[in-house]
């Protein structure tokens, strides 16, 4: 039940804040206090995972909350092999992927609100001005496609560009969530950049 | 075969369109109390901590209280309309005896006399003693007022019509 470890070492090697260890270990006591530190330390990102998985908010939101449980459910088996954000990031991962599976034909988007932000954000709104083929394209239309042909990708090619492009995790850290090798993410992220580009030709500005 | 190829350059600058997906205003607010009611619903098997599913099966609950809680022109007007609402039920509530004495002054007879003088009239003669009342369940022969021995013959009308046979 307690870490053998003082100090809990991720892959490779490199010590993680030792607060994270100590919140690991009191929530792994039963502390419900220091679990509920832990889900606000990275609830928006496992929420924005899973929500670009399903681009959908109330399927994110269940998932989400069963991904957080299920962790606290299963943390006393958590052995600091790992960081604690990857192992939670494989729960959350793997019970989005058997719940895509699941409502396999029944997928309909519900896509959260553009914030503020992207008013200003001078790449995206290149993608909507005259030098866009679709000058008619608004920013919300784009969404909605660019959602559409991320949710043709299969499960594991979407995920891979949702880590790597959306969400900012480097090839190693994807490679650990999926239990896989790292030519294997590269090779997912290249088909998966290919068949995007090729059913978002239209938005796309040529290079 | 390298993600660095310039020619997804313009693809990832797409992708980015979805960090600007948010979800609605103060969701993450409520989201870590959320799981850890249902956590603790299911380790002591209650009920005590029904928010956490409660939001889970009517997110729209949930959005209303976050719109109260982020919207502070929404807030107002729902309580103002609380307000209105607790006005008009205290305004009912001092006048209940009026209402009810509205209620008791209303002839309830009215409507029920039509219909009894309806009625044929011998018909809704009642005897003073129902004891009286020539039924299949009263005797002919009341035993019950009369002492023993003095107990009053009632005699009938009979006929036996004879057949033509």
Redesign the interface.
Known sequence: MIMAEPVARNDSGASTPPDEDVLVKRAQGGN?EA??EL??RY??RI?ATV??MTSN??D???L??ES??KA?QALKSFKGGSTFYTWLYRIAVNKTINFLKQRKNRIHLS?????F??EH?P??L??VSDKTPRREAT?SE??EK??TALMKLSEPHRLV??L???QGLSHEEIAKVMDCNIGTV??R??YA?QQ??AW?SD???P? | MSEQQPNFESLRRLLALKRHETPPAGYFNNLSRQVIARIRAGETGTEAELSGRLFARMPWLLQLLQSLETKPVFAGGFATAMCAVLLFGAVIAERPESTAQAILQQPATQEVAPLVASATPAAMVQPANPMLIDTSTNPVINFASAPLGQMPVSAQFTSFPLSGN
């Open positions: 419900l679990y509920d889900v606000q609830q928006e929420y929500y670009h908010h109330e994110a939101n269940d989400t909350q957080f449980i606290f896509l959260n609100d553009l914030d932000n992207v954000d790449d995206l290149a993608f920013l784009l969404q660019l959602n560009v949702v790597h492009d959306v590269r090779s992220l290249f950049r995007l580009q978002l938005y796309l500005k290079t």
